[in-house]
């Protein structure tokens, strides 16, 4: 299992983020960017961050059970928002996926993602314990 952690020399982080994680023994897998996006393909929550960030998660955690992984695996998150005013309510809902120690984390604000009505974007690397991950 990743370990995320803060050393007493930086900063300590304000959210729901380590300043470093070590990568747990296991198969690493990149998660490439989710969306506010349902199985069928319709967007979720327009206009609502709560509602996409939450959407964008449990894309996450569905790509991650399907190889045996957990949201506790994820040792690093890249999250981009469409507006960083929005920043207080994603770590309100990240608050409900992850447990500390809390995965690395870097967070940009960009002028736009794929299609406008979209508001957020993560993607992740997990470490998958051996035991869990199935082989290829």
């Not at 045996?68 to 994603?90: P, S, Y």
Request: glycine residues 8%; without cysteine.
């Amino acid at each position: 299992m990743p370990q995320g952690f803060n050393p007493p020399h930086v900063v300590q982080p304000f959210g729901i983020f380590s300043s470093a994680a070590w990568q747990g023994e296991g198969r690493i897998l990149h998660l490439s960017g989710q969306v506010a996006q349902a199985a069928d393909g319709s967007t979720v929550g327009i206009g609502d961050i709560e509602a996409q960030t939450r959407q964008v998660l449990d894309n996450l955690q569905q790509v991650l059970a399907s190889v045996g992984g957990h949201m506790d695996d994820i040792v690093k998150v890249t999250v981009f928002v469409a507006d960083m005013a929005h920043l207080e309510k994603v770590h309100q809902v990240r608050a409900e996926y992850f447990t500390p120690p809390y995965p690395a984390s870097t967070l940009v604000e960009i002028s736009r993602l794929v299609k406008t009505e979209y508001l957020i974007e993560i993607d992740a690397v997990a470490s998958i314990p051996f035991e869990r991950a199935p082989t290829p």
